[in-house]
């Protein structure tokens, strides 16, 4: 029993599985290393809209804390603006009772004014 194999049509078989293989490993190479650099950029973007949102709040905050502080800073003006008027009004008051007083007591004597 002789065997007869056709040396030349086995070898091209051998060759195209050999190459759809390497084919195949190198596509899934690529693959996975394109899903890597993918997965890195999404981090990048993300540690960058992070950075982002905690840059943008740290700035309200800042904002709102410099609100709060002109707000009391307005507030603390207007009461004592508040109080200053009050003081000079209860001075006028007082002075112009004192003054109907001192007339009321002596109508002769003349008003000093200074």
Do not use: C, F, W
């Amino acid at each position: 029993m002789v065997i007869e194999y056709d040396y030349a049509e086995l070898k091209s078989k051998l060759k195209a599985e050999i190459k759809a293989e390497l084919e195949a490993e190198v596509e899934a190479e690529q693959e996975a290393e394109q899903e890597t650099r993918q997965k890195q950029t999404n981090k990048q973007i993300n540690y960058n809209y992070l950075t982002q949102k905690q840059s943008q709040g740290q700035t309200a905050e800042t904002d709102a804390d410099s609100d709060a502080k002109v707000e009391n800073v307005s507030k603390t003006k207007t009461d004592v603006d508040a109080d200053v008027k009050a003081k000079i009004k209860n001075e006028v008051e007082a002075e112009a009772e004192s003054s109907a007083e001192a007339k009321a007591e002596n109508p002769e004597k003349k008003t000093k004014y200074y």
